[in-house]
């Protein structure tokens, strides 16, 4: 059988890793996370091919950042070139993250760019808690923040709000990213 390409290899053995750090069976962590099990099977076998709404919903249910299941170790200098680095999509909207920077276990904090178009706003559910969103518009026109208290920002515009509670993105004009900071407390 031939190796998983990555992201999903690096995606299966954090699965795999962080589950059995948690100590926790995989009908367990599919239990949590609201998944099936045989859905959950195929991830960490590297087979299945995960949204990022997925990707959320193991993380929470295992209690790290969503960066920590698709980022490799880290070497001591790393390139991020333009167009490269694990690229997600939303089930739902016309949404693409891609993870530039994981954190550490000291500096809990993740460095995503975040392209979106026009059409269905992309739904985030809470994250961990104590999780802070910073956000700069680079290009577009940008529609985010907790439900109900949404702002529109445009290019060099910067806004912080809660990533714990129920929170949306919506494009406002074509071509529109964005530069997103997790923060994890």
Request: charged letters at 20%; proline letters at 7%; zero cysteines.
């Given at each position: 059988m031939s190796q998983p390409a990555p992201p999903l290899a690096t995606i299966a053995a954090a699965l795999r890793r962080e589950r059995e750090r948690v100590?926790?069976?995989l009908a367990e962590l599919a239990r949590r996370a609201g998944l099936a099990k045989s859905t959950l099977s195929?991830?960490?076998?590297?087979?299945?091919?995960?949204?990022?709404?997925?990707?959320?919903?193991?993380?929470?249910?295992?209690?790290?950042?969503?960066?920590?299941?698709?980022e490799p170790p880290e070497?001591?200098?790393?390139?991020?070139?333009?167009?490269?680095?694990?690229?997600?999509?939303?089930?739902?909207?016309d949404f693409f993250a891609t993870l530039l920077?994981?954190?550490?276990?000291?500096?809990?904090?993740?460095?995503?760019?975040?392209?979106?178009?026009?059409?269905?706003?992309?739904q985030a559910d809470a994250h961990l808690a104590g999780s802070i969103e910073h956000l700069v518009v680079a290009a577009g026109r940008l529609r985010t923040g907790p439900e109900g208290e949404e702002i529109d920002l445009g290019p060099g515009d910067y806004v912080t709000f809660p990533g714990d509670i129920p929170h949306r993105y919506e494009a406002l004009e074509p071509g529109t990213w964005a530069v997103l900071v997790m923060e994890h407390r």
């Open positions: 100590g926790i069976s195929q991830l960490e076998s590297g087979t299945g091919n995960p949204s990022v709404e997925t990707l959320w919903s193991l993380g929470v249910a295992l209690g790290v950042p969503f960066s920590r299941l698709v070497p001591l200098i790393r390139v991020v070139r333009a167009g490269e680095g694990p690229r997600l999509q939303s089930d739902h909207a920077a994981a954190g550490s276990t000291h500096a809990r904090r993740d460095l995503y760019v975040m392209e979106l178009e026009p059409g269905a706003s992309r």
